[in-house]
C-alpha cells in the first residue's frame, strides 16, 4: 500500500439530538480521521478527477481494504486521465486508525460521523459510496441523505434488512451473544473474519490488517460494532437501520452489486432483499468467493469496468435511467398477445377442445404404466395451475424452481407459470447435489415445486422458497418437508378462479442452467418472446407443429413440443443419465408417438444416448424396426457427434435424416447440417474440427480471430478459414446471464449490443430483434460458409509457436488404429505450453499408464505436430450433463501433475 494514500483529517462534529432533546456530542468536538485519499496523487498528475469513490469498510477491517482499488483507479488515470475517479477510503471512528473516541457510536451516529467527514473534504458530488459489510449500511446511510451528491451505488457482501422468517446468521449471533466481550478482550473476532477468504490470505496480509489492533483498547470499535448490530425492533439502531434500507428503494442512480455466496454471514436471502430495493442494479456473484470477495477477487477491476460503462463527460448524469417497468396484457385464455410473436401457451388455447394426446410418458414418476395427457386435459390443467399458483400468492417476476423430471407434471407447472408471468428455473439434476444447490441458492426462487425426491433434496441443502409438492403427501411428511400445497391443490384452487394479465413480451420467463462442463453451472435468462423464437426457430427449420411427433431425450425440446403443437414422448430413460436410454426404449417411445399420427416424427437424442442406442440395438424386435422405420427426422446435438455414430443411428432408422444441429443453452439452435451435408464436407483439411453447417433461419455467425496468445481479440467477421471464437445473433439468443453481470459482458465483448466494436460486415445481415452471444466455442467459417468446431476457447493449447485448437488434433489421434477417443490439453505455462495426447484404447486400459512407444509414435505422427507425452487412460472424464464431452479442463490438471511426477491414479 502507497503510504502517500494516507494522511489525517480534523473534523468538527456535529451533535445529534437524542430522544429527550439533548445532544450527544458538545459543540465544537473535534474528531481525527485516518484516511487513504488518491487526491493528492492525481494533483500530482495534473489530473482533475470526475468525481470520487468514497469507501467505507466494515468490522473488523480498515481502509486497507480498498488499497486495490486504490491503485487500479490510479493505474486507469494514467491510462485514461479524462475519466479519472479519486477515492478516498475511510478509517470509521473507533476503527483502523483514525481516533479511539471512547464513546458508544450508534448507527445514526456513524453516518452523520460521515457526512462530517465528507463535508470537511468538501466532497459534493458526484460521489460514487462504495461499501461492505456494516460500511455498506453506513454508506448507504450517507447515499440515502445525500440524493444531490449522488452518482451511484456500489456493494459488496452487506445488508440493509434481516427477513423476519430467518435467523440472524450464526456468526452473528454467537458475536451478539457469550462471544461478544471476546470481541474486545481477544482478537479472535478478527481472526476469524481473515480466515473467511478464500483462499487464505497471505501473513502479510494479514499482519497489515490486525495492525490498527493490536491491544484491546484498540479494539473498541469492533465491540462497539457487533454490540449496535440490531438484533430486534427495540435495539436503538433499529429505527435508522429501517429509514436507510426505505430510503434505498428511492435512490435512482446506477447500481453494482459484487457477491461473494460463500460467506456464513450475509446469504443470498440478503441478496435478494438488496436487488428488491435496488432493481436497476448490476450484480455479479463470483462463485467461491465468501466474505471477503475483495480479497478473494479482483472486486476493483470489476468497478473500473463498471465506471467505464458510465463514463461520461460530467458523471452527475450517471444518475436516472437505469430503471423501468412493463405492464402485460390479456389473459392465458385466449386475449391477444403483447408479445410479437405468440406466446409459448397460445398454442393450448388453440387446442383446447382437441380430444387427442399430447404428452406421453412412457416411465411416469407416479410409478404406473404409460401416461397420457390430451390436448384438451393439458390446456385446463395449465389454466388451473396458472390460477391456483396466482391465489396462493404466486405474482409476475417471482421464480419458481421446478425439480421435477421431464413429463406431465413438468410441462404443465412450467407453462402455468409462463402464463402467469412466473420466472421458472430450471437446474439440471446431472449438475449433482452441489451444483444444484449453487444453482437454486444463486436463483433465489420464491417457490420450489418437486416430488418427493427433490424436496428431501431441497430441505436438507437448506434450498430457499416454499414447498409445492407434485402429488398429495401424508400430512407427517409434508410437515417434515415443509410442503405447504401440492399440484392437486393449486387446481383445486385454480378452478374457476380468473387468470392475471400475462406477462409482457420482455419480461423474464425463464432461467435455464447450463451443464458446467466449463465451469460452475451458469442461469440463463430468456424473455418470453425469445423463447417464442426459438419455438419458431425450431419450427422453421425442422417443419415441426401440429400432427407432428416428438420423442425427445432432452429436456428443453421436450418442453416446447407443445408449444409448437407436437405429441410430445418421454422416453423411459434417466434424464440425469443419458446412457440409460436403450434402442427398445426408443422404440416404444415412437411407437407412441405415430400411433395414429399422420405426419412426421422426429426423434432428438444426445450423442451419449446415441451410442448406447447403437450399442443395444441387438435386443430390437421385429416390432420395435417397423415402428423406428417410421421416424422421419432424428436429431442429435449437445456434443460434436462423429460421422461413424451419425451413420450407424441413421442405419437403425432407415427412413430419418440424420440432422445434427449446433446449439447451447444460451441458443438452441444456431446451424443445422445433415448427415450427407457431413460426407460432403470431407476431414475439414489440415485444421480438422467438426463441421456443424450453416446457420439456421435468423441466425447470424461470425468469427473473431484469436491473437498470438489464445485471445479472442479480432473484430467480427465472415472471412473463410479464419480460426476464432465462435460470435452468433439471432432473436432467440439468450437475454443475459442471471446475476452474472461480468459474464455477460464479456459475453457481448465487441459486438453492437457491447462495446459495439463490431466490423461493417454485421451490418444489414443481422435478424430484427437479434441478440449477440460469443460461444466460447472455437471454430471458423468455409468458403461455402459452413462452421466448423475446433473447440473451446478455454482449451486452446498455447505453444510457443501459437495456439492450437485441440479438435482437430483429437481426431487425427482417433485415426490410428487401437485408438478410440482422444483428449488432447496443454501443460505448463501458457505461451510454452506443451501437447499431451490422452487416448482411450479400442481394448481399454485397467489403469491409467504411459502410452507404448509404439502408439506414441503412432499419435505423434498422426498428429502432425511436436507431442510432448501420449498418455492412456480406461476412461476420459466427460461432462455431467451430456455424458459426451471430454473435460479437457479435468484433464489437463490430471496430465500436469502426472508429468511433473505425481501419481498416476484415474483422471
Not at 87 to 116: K, N, Y
Not at 275 to 281: E, F, H, K, S, V
Not at 390 to 406: E, F, I, N, Y
Request: aromatic residues 4%; charged residues 20%; proline residues 7%.
Amino acid at each position: 500500500m502507497d503510504v502517500g494514500w494516507s494522511r489525517l483529517v480534523t473534523v468538527a462534529e456535529t451533535p445529534l439530538l437524542g430522544a429527550h432533546g439533548r445532544a450527544d456530542e458538545p459543540h465544537g468536538t473535534e474528531r481525527t480521521w485516518h484516511v487513504l485519499d488518491t487526491g493528492p496523487s492525481l494533483a500530482a498528475r495534473g489530473v482533475t478527477p470526475v468525481g470520487t469513490l468514497l469507501c467505507v469498510h466494515g468490522n473488523p477491517t480498515w481502509s486497507y481494504l480498498w488499497r486495490d482499488l486504490l491503485a487500479a483507479t490510479l493505474a486507469a488515470a494514467d491510462a485514461h486521465p479524462a475519466g479519472a475517479w479519486r477515492v478516498v477510503a475511510v478509517d470509521q471512528l473507533d476503527m483502523g486508525f483514525s481516533e479511539r473516541t471512547g464513546t458508544h457510536r450508534t448507527l445514526r451516529r456513524r453516518v452523520r460521523d460521515l457526512a462530517d467527514l465528507t463535508d470537511a473534504l468538501g466532497l459534493d458530488g458526484p460521489v460514487v459510496t462504495v461499501g461492505h459489510d456494516w460500511g455498506g449500511v453506513v454508506s448507504l446511510g450517507w447515499a440515502v441523505d445525500h440524493p444531490d451528491a449522488l452518482a451511484g451505488v456500489v456493494l459488496l457482501n452487506t445488508a440493509v434488512h434481516q427477513p423476519a422468517d430467518r435467523p440472524i446468521p450464526l456468526p452473528l449471533r454467537l458475536a451478539l451473544g457469550a462471544l461478544g466481550p471476546s470481541t474486545v478482550v481477544t482478537p479472535a473476532f478478527l481472526g476469524t473474519t481473515l480466515a473467511l477468504a478464500h483462499p487464505s490470505l497471505p501473513d502479510d496480509v494479514k499482519d497489515a490488517y490486525r495492525a490498527p489492533y493490536r491491544t484491546a483498547e484498540r479494539r473498541s470499535g469492533i465491540g462497539a460494532f457487533v454490540a449496535d448490530i440490531p438484533a430486534g425492533p427495540d435495539h436503538r439502531s433499529a429505527g435508522e437501520l429501517d429509514r436507510i434500507a426505505d430510503g434505498v428503494r428511492g435512490l435512482a442512480v446506477p447500481a453494482l452489486v459484487l457477491w461473494g455466496p460463500r460467506d456464513p454471514v450475509f446469504g443470498d436471502p440478503h441478496l435478494a432483499d438488496l436487488l428488491a430495493r435496488l432493481p436497476q442494479a448490476q450484480v455479479h456473484r463470483f462463485e467461491g468467493a465468501g466474505h471477503l470477495v475483495a480479497e478473494d477477487v479482483d472486486t476493483a477491476g470489476a468497478v473500473l469496468t463498471w465506471l467505464a460503462d458510465r463514463r461520461p463527460a460530467d458523471a452527475r448524469s450517471m444518475r436516472g435511467a437505469e430503471t423501468g417497468t412493463d405492464t402485460g396484457t390479456g389473459t392465458c385464455a385466449g386475449a391477444v398477445s403483447a408479445s410479437r410473436r405468440p406466446p409459448l401457451w397460445r398454442r393450448l388455447d388453440e387446442l383446447a377442445d382437441d380430444g387427442s394426446r399430447a404428452l406421453v410418458e412412457m416411465a411416469p414418476s407416479t410409478g404406473g404404466g404409460v401416461r397420457t395427457v390430451t390436448w384438451r386435459l393439458l390446456a385446463r390443467r395449465v389454466r388451473e395451475l396458472a390460477a391456483g399458483l396466482h391465489a396462493a400468492g404466486v405474482r409476475r417476476g417471482d421464480r419458481v424452481s421446478l425439480l421435477v423430471p421431464p413429463g406431465a407434471d413438468l410441462t404443465a407447472t412450467l407453462y402455468a407459470c409462463l402464463c402467469i408471468g412466473a420466472v421458472v428455473v430450471v437446474a439440471d439434476a446431472g449438475l449433482g447435489a452441489r451444483g444444484l444447490t449453487r444453482a437454486v441458492r444463486g436463483a433465489q426462487p420464491a417457490v420450489v415445486v418437486g416430488e418427493r425426491r427433490g424436496l428431501v433434496a431441497a430441505r436438507a441443502l437448506g434450498w430457499p422458497g416454499r414447498r409445492v409438492s407434485t402429488t398429495t403427501l401424508p400430512r407427517a411428511t409434508a410437515a417434515a418437508l415443509g410442503v405447504e400445497l401440492s399440484l392437486p391443490d393449486l387446481v383445486d384452487l385454480g378452478a374457476g378462479a380468473d387468470l392475471p394479465p400475462e406477462p409482457a413480451a420482455d419480461d423474464v420467463a425463464a432461467i435455464l442452467f447450463t451443464s458446467g462442463s466449463t465451469g460452475p453451472a451458469k442461469g440463463v435468462a430468456y424473455t418470453h418472446d425469445q423463447l417464442a423464437a426459438m419455438r419458431d426457430a425450431l419450427a422453421d427449420q425442422y417443419g415441426l407443429g401440429v400432427g407432428t411427433g416428438l420423442v425427445a431425450g432432452f429436456a428443453p425440446f421436450a418442453l416446447l413440443g407443445p408449444a409448437l403443437g407436437c405429441r410430445s414422448v418421454t422416453p423411459d430413460m434417466d434424464v440425469t443419465a443419458p446412457r440409460t436410454l436403450t434402442a427398445r426404449a426408443v422404440a416404444a417411445a415412437v411407437a407412441a408417438a405415430t400411433a395414429d399420427l399422420d405426419g412426421p416424427t422426429a426423434v432428438f437424442l444426445s450423442p451419449a444416448a446415441v451410442a448406447n442406442v447403437v450399442a443395444t440395438s441387438g435386443d430390437l424386435t421385429d416390432d420395435d424396426e417397423r415402428a423406428l422405420a417410421r421416424v422421419g427426422l432424428l436429431l442429435s446435438a449437445g456434443a460434436p457427434v462423429g460421422e461413424g455414430l451419425l451413420a450407424a443411428i441413421g442405419d437403425l432408422l432407415p427412413a430419418a435424416v440424420p440432422h445434427t444441429p449446433y446449439g447451447m443453452t444460451e441458443g438452441l439452435l444456431l446451424t443445422d447440417v445433415t448427415l450427407e451435408e457431413i460426407r460432403a464436407a470431407g476431414d475439414g483439411g489440415a485444421a480438422g474440427g467438426v463441421c456443424v453447417g450453416r446457420p439456421a433461419p435468423a441466425v447470424t455467425v461470425r468469427i473473431s480471430a484469436l491473437d498470438a496468445d489464445g485471445r479472442a481479440t479480432g473484430l467480427l467477421s465472415a472471412t473463410p478459414g479464419v480460426t476464432g471464437e465462435i460470435v452468433v445473433a439471432a432473436p432467440h439468443v439468450k437475454d443475459h446471464y442471471d446475476r452474472l453481470w461480468l459474464t455477460d459482458r464479456e459475453s457481448r465483448r465487441g459486438t453492437p449490443d457491447g462495446d459495439g466494436s463490431a466490423r461493417s460486415d454485421v451490418d444489414g445481415d443481422v435478424a430484427s430483434g437479434a441478440r449477440w452471444h460469443r460461444t466460447g466455442d472455437v471454430g471458423r467459417l468455409d468458403d461455402a460458409g459452413r462452421l466448423w468446431v475446433e473447440g473451446r476457447l478455454a482449451h486452446v493449447v498455447v505453444t510457443a509457436d501459437g495456439p492450437v485448437t485441440p479438435v482437430g488434433p483429437e481426431q487425427r489421434a482417433q485415426s490410428v488404429p487401437g485408438v478410440a477417443r482422444a483428449g488432447v490439453v496443454g501443460v505448463g505455462p501458457r505461451g510454452t505450453q506443451q501437447v499431451v495426447v490422452v487416448v482411450e484404447t479400442d481394448r481399454g486400459a485397467r489403469r491409467p499408464s504411459l502410452a507404448t512407444p509404439e502408439l506414441t509414435a503412432a499419435v505423434r505422427a498422426a498428429v502432425g505436430r511436436d507431442v510432448a507425452a501420449v498418455l492412456v487412460v480406461p476412461d476420459l472424464p466427460t461432462d455431467v450433463r451430456h455424458n459426451s464431452k471430454i473435460d479437457r479442463a479435468r484433464l489437463a490438471r490430471w496430465a500436469e501433475g502426472v508429468l511433473a511426477g505425481g501419481r498416476m491414479g484415474p483422471p
